[in-house]
């Protein structure tokens, strides 16, 4: 679980950004690659603390395996018929 502020902003950042890639049509290896690429720019640019980093890169890849994540969910809509 992150407990830091700042890597908790990044997590919600690329675990939505996961989520509109794969509803555009990319698939788990392009996901990857765009999260390698991202955690790579962190460590590069040391906006985070290598520690937050690696935890980060846990916890989003937890949210990756996970397939509930990645599912379209349909409105309900409500229909009385009496």
Do not use: K
Not at 28 to 54: K, M, V
């Amino acid at each position: 679980m992150l407990t830091n502020a700042l890597s908790v902003r990044y997590y919600q950042r690329i675990t939505d950004a996961l989520v509109e890639m794969w509803h555009r049509g990319n698939r788990y290896t392009e996901l990857q690659l765009y999260l390698d690429g991202y955690l790579a720019c962190l460590r590069h640019t040391s906006a985070l603390e290598p520690y937050w980093i690696h935890r980060l890169e846990e916890e989003v890849y937890r949210f990756l395996r996970d397939a509930s994540n990645f599912e379209l969910t349909m409105p309900q809509t409500e229909v009385n018929r009496y």
